[in-house]
């Protein structure tokens, strides 16, 4: 009687999942006087709850029963469960079976994303989701255009919370997946089943492609119960979509909101040098080398999704397997040809690079570097304004070519339109670089 007053006093005080993990297990096998002896599954066990929450309760038996002395002993012959029925692994005392989870990608993990300016706050806020880090808060939206990396993200995370803390309750899958699995408890009769899976067995939500559940009224309303729930709890949620919270249509305005009641981040194509690290990372892993001329020839070619890069990398190692010769530029060349529909962008950024630098005599370098030199920041300028004229180049790209943001790049641009309107002499010297570029 004692032993169960201070639990439910302690499950008054600790985390559902703290509490049923660490406290409920506990068995009361002895009481002399003043003296408290609680039993453990096993020495592990045991030893965990002496370090981290023994105090708390011999504080709460004090408080209760005037209990000053708490022992902890291992409990005889106490048989463990299995996760997986004959041979699985041994739960902990406490946890059920691990959930579910759509299969996971090996290398879809947080060493192997590559960080650039477009990605860096998403990637960022799932670390800390990951960890349990709350400087982004619990909440988070992710939307971005197909292959940029979502899924990527997402499954980093189930990947991190799996082999750094594998007793966490955690649910991933996508909205059909939800929507499905919803109706089918409908037609059971057991949607109270449903929901508790989510509301009372999880401490970290994942939910792909949101975007997917337009029109679904119910879906909408018992997703938005559960995020309430969670959110409010302290549970950890991430969402994806393809479009951003304000484009979602057919979406009620109560479930947007609940989306969005965290942190909202979109993911944008990579810049050129965070293509270009791409490509290099994955020419090495497919054992393709990485010449640089080869890699910047891709990264400026390919960019409008990471999978577009990957598929032009298997296509270039398939053809070099089959004609027993390293990639070179021709092959490249007739990969990427067919991947675009026979276009290429003849006019790069680095070509453009190199004109000015050979025009104005001042090396890649120089254009690089923080100098604000007017023989240097002149050219710099120019070559931004025409980059922005001769390729469908972002600003954010355009900035990385010379080791700018894309706010640098804005002002060079109208910088040089408002001179080249009142000085003939840049407006003759930027058309005069126009008519070699377009040679």
């Keep these: 009687m004692m032993w169960n007053a201070i639990k439910k006093s302690l499950h008054s005080t600790l985390p559902e999942s703290e509490y049923g993990l660490w406290i409920k297990p506990l068995e009361c096998r002895l009481q002399e006087g003043q003296m408290l002896e609680l039993a453990g599954p096993d020495r592990f066990f045991c030893a965990w709850v002496e370090d981290r929450y023994l105090e708390l309760i011999r504080r709460a038996a004090s408080e209760i029963g005037g209990i000053d002395e708490i022992r902890l002993a291992v409990a005889e012959n106490q048989a463990r469960p299995f996760a997986g029925g004959k041979g699985g692994q041994l739960l902990l005392p406490g946890t059920t079976p691990p959930p579910r989870l759509r299969s996971l990608h090996p290398a879809f993990t947080f060493e192997q994303f590559m960080v650039g300016e477009s990605n860096l706050l998403a990637r960022s806020a799932c670390k800390a989701l990951a960890t349990g880090d709350s400087t982004f808060g619990n909440c988070l939206f992710m939307n971005s255009s197909t292959g940029l990396g979502k899924s990527h993200l997402t499954q980093a995370v189930v990947h991190q919370v799996l082999s750094t803390a594998p007793s966490t309750r955690l649910q991933y899958l996508t909205a059909q997946q939800f929507s499905a699995e919803m109706v089918k408890n409908i037609r059971t009769h057991s949607m109270e089943q449903f929901s508790k899976r989510f509301i009372n067995n999880c401490d970290i939500l994942l939910v792909e492609d949101v975007h997917t559940l337009t029109g679904k009224t119910k879906t909408q309303e018992?997703?938005?119960?559960?995020?309430?729930?969670?959110?409010?709890?302290?549970?950890?949620?991430?969402?994806?979509?393809?479009?951003?919270?304000?484009?979602?249509?057919?979406?009620?305005?109560?479930?947007?909101?609940?989306?969005?009641?965290?942190?909202?981040?979109?993911?944008?194509?990579?810049?050129?040098?965070?293509?270009?690290?791409?490509?290099?990372?994955?020419?090495?892993?497919?054992?393709?080398?990485?010449?640089?001329?080869?890699?910047?020839?891709?990264?400026?070619?390919?960019?409008?999704?990471?999978?577009?890069?990957?598929?032009?990398?298997?296509?270039?190692?398939?053809?070099?397997?089959?004609?027993?010769?390293?990639?070179?530029?021709?092959?490249?060349?007739?990969?990427?040809?067919?991947?675009?529909?026979?276009?290429?962008?003849?006019?790069?950024?680095?070509?453009?690079?190199?004109?000015?630098?050979?025009?104005?005599?001042?090396?890649?370098?120089?254009?690089?570097?923080?100098?604000?030199?007017?023989?240097?920041?002149?050219?710099?300028?120019?070559?931004?304004?025409?980059?922005?004229?001769?390729?469908?180049?972002?600003?954010?790209?355009?900035?990385?070519?010379?080791?700018?943001?894309?706010?640098?790049?804005?002002?060079?641009?109208?910088?040089?339109?408002?001179?080249?309107?009142?000085?003939?002499?840049?407006?003759?010297?930027?058309?005069?670089?126009?008519?070699?570029?377009?040679?």
């Design 222 to 439: 018992e997703l938005n119960t559960i995020l309430d729930y969670l959110i409010k709890s302290g549970s950890r949620v991430i969402l994806t979509s393809a479009l951003a919270p304000a484009k979602l249509a057919g979406i009620d305005d109560d479930f947007r909101s609940r989306m969005t009641s965290g942190l909202v981040t979109g993911i944008e194509s990579p810049d050129y040098e965070t293509r270009a690290r791409i490509i290099r990372h994955k020419m090495q892993s497919h054992g393709l080398g990485a010449d640089e001329d080869l890699v910047g020839f891709m990264a400026e070619n390919l960019h409008t999704d990471i999978r577009r890069m990957e598929s032009a990398i298997i296509g270039i190692k398939a053809k070099s397997c089959l004609r027993g010769t390293p990639p070179d530029m021709a092959m490249v060349r007739e990969v990427i040809l067919g991947l675009t529909g026979g276009t290429l962008e003849e006019i790069t950024g680095e070509a453009i690079r190199d004109l000015i630098g050979n025009q104005f005599r001042v090396s890649v370098e120089e254009l690089r570097s923080r100098s604000r030199k007017r023989s240097i920041a002149f050219p710099r300028q120019v070559a931004m304004y025409l980059t922005r004229k001769f390729t469908n180049r972002s600003l954010a790209d355009i900035g990385s070519i010379y080791n700018r943001d894309h706010s640098t790049v804005l002002h060079a641009i109208k910088t040089i339109t408002r001179d080249m309107s009142q000085q003939d002499a840049v407006r003759l010297q930027v058309e005069m670089l126009c008519t070699k570029l377009k040679r």
